[in-house]
């Protein structure tokens, strides 16, 4: 008679890349944005995101793994960055013992928050965050238009982390943890940030086959109010021709929602929620 092995918890540095690749493509299939991941991608994601792999966690089944969370930190904040649960294993509590062990191992380290992102249509998801006491904070959302017209003119290519220097003297307040200055200034090989007259700023995370993403604007506040962001985006439109320009739900809800409306651009129906948990508070019951 086979024995069988009990669930077990283990490091995700336990595993090359390339296999950690492989556990998340396999995690998120069927997911409500199926993602495939790669060991360079991955790589990328590490480090733009402060993702730690000794700290972030795979769930084996008979011995093999059956779910991946990874967790993210910066100081006393940590963020689950992803967890996806192989079709086979779902519904057997394997999402519910990887957040276990992430907050219990925060709560060990003296982590005083933990963030994390959810799509507001995975209600199993968020049944699960919610369950373990996270609230959510701020509503994510993204934009798009069909039609908006490129216009050359001038604008120079500049370092990314350009960009995320201005950002963090801006004031813009709260934002998402791929968006804060840390993640902007620690680009994947696909990012471009474009310059006007060093007034004018526009991050772009990558230009695929359908559409061109922007991560952010940004005009410096003695400079605002003059056209020059609009002027910078219509400058990228035509940079690539016959790709929309297509913003990830990524933004707080309501920050410059007036500046991308009068462009015409509409807010897409997929959202995100961000949730947080303060770990300084007691565990809810049952959790």
Not at 115 to 120: D, T
Not at 264 to 285: H, K, N, S, V, Y
Request: include cysteine; proline fraction near 8%.
């Amino acid at each position: 008679m086979k024995t069988q092995k009990p669930a077990t918890l283990v490091p995700a540095s336990q595993y090359p890349l390339a296999r950690l690749a492989e556990i998340f493509t396999a995690g998120f299939a069927g997911y409500l944005i199926p993602m495939h991941m790669t060991a360079e991608a991955l790589a990328e994601r590490v480090a733009a995101e402060d993702i730690d792999l000794a700290a972030s966690r795979v769930f084996l089944q008979e011995g093999e793994p059956a779910a991946l969370a990874l967790l993210a930190r910066r100081g006393w904040e940590s963020r689950v960055a992803a967890m996806g649960v192989r079709t086979e294993a779902r519904g057997q509590g394997a999402g519910q013992a990887l957040l276990s062990r992430l907050l219990d191992d925060a709560r060990a380290r003296g982590d005083r928050r933990m963030r994390l992102e959810v799509f507001e249509s995975n209600a199993p998801a968020r049944a699960l965050y919610e369950g373990n006491g996270f609230q959510t904070t701020t509503r994510l959302v993204g934009y798009e238009a069909d039609g908006f017209a490129p216009e050359a003119g001038r604008m120079q290519e500049v370092d990314p982390a350009t960009f995320a220097r201005h950002l963090a003297g801006s004031g813009a307040g709260p934002l998402p943890w791929q968006l804060e200055p840390p993640s902007l200034a620690a680009p994947p090989a696909t990012a471009l940030c474009f310059s006007r007259g060093g007034t004018a700023f526009v991050y772009v995370s990558g230009v695929g086959d359908r559409s061109v993403s922007v991560r952010g604007v940004l005009t410096l506040p003695a400079h605002r109010r003059r056209g020059n962001a609009t002027k910078l985006l219509r400058a990228l439109a035509a940079r690539f021709p016959g790709k929309p320009l297509a913003v990830p739900p990524l933004l707080p809800e309501g920050l410059a929602a007036p500046f991308w409306s009068a462009l015409g651009f509409r807010q897409i129906a997929l959202t995100q929620l961000e949730m947080a948990l303060d770990l300084r508070t007691e565990q809810p019951a049952g959790a």
